[in-house]
Structures are given as C-alpha cells and as structure tokens.
C-alpha cells in the first residue's frame, strides 16, 4: 500500500484560497494517477480532481475554473490550489492515489477545509 500524507487544510473566508499537498512514499511515475475526492457532512464523497503520471490533468465541472492541480516530482508532492472557495465546499478533503501495476487505491488520512466568514 502506498503512504500518503496530506497536509494544509484549514479555516479561510468565502472567496479566499488554500492548498492541499499530498505526498507520495513511491515514485510519482509508479502512480496511474493522485488526485482528491472531498466528502461534506452528510453527502457522498465526491471526486475533486486527478493528475496522472504523465502530467494530465482532470477536475471536476464544479470547481474547473478555481482548483488547479499540479506537482513537484522531485518531492513525489501533488498540489491542490483551491481559489475562490465557497461556504458549501467545506469538506474533509481525501488525497488518493492509484497504482499503475495494480490498480489499487491508497488514501491519504483527510484534511478539514472549512470555509466560513
């Protein structure tokens, strides 16, 4: 199973911006794709975004346009920018990764985004 740690969540006013990172204990070419999926009180999880180990890219209708994510693969590190955030996006946020030989999802522990006035 892949480690993953996530860091960076946490308190920001309607229309500000935080970032989400996510690291890797494997190469980032080891890795399909990593990316977020983010779970409200009471709602489903709902995927968020992915990046995959060539470099592209995919985000959700509901946040294209705000959230961009990219990475650093020399710190095996993926970035959520989250722009422009709105009350209704509070949310733990998950990273995940999937394993390019196996197929098999890793998750990463949550971040809390809580994003209130």
């Known amino acids: 199973q892949v480690q993953l740690v996530e860091s960076g969540g946490g308190l920001v006013q309607p229309g500000g911006s935080l970032r989400l990172s996510c690291a890797t204990s494997r190469s980032i070419f080891d890795i399909a794709r990593m990316g977020w999926y983010r779970q409200a009180a009471g709602k489903e999880r709902e995927w968020v975004a992915f990046i995959t180990n060539f470099g592209g890219t995919n985000i959700a209708d509901s946040v294209k346009g705000r959230f961009t994510i990219t990475r650093e693969i020399t710190k095996k590190t993926v970035y959520l920018q989250m722009n422009s955030l709105k009350p209704e996006e509070t949310a733990v946020y998950y990273c995940?990764?999937?394993?390019?030989?196996?197929?098999?999802?890793?998750w990463g522990q949550g971040n809390h985004v809580t994003v209130s006035s």
């Open positions: 995940y990764c999937r394993e390019s030989t196996t197929g098999k999802d890793s």
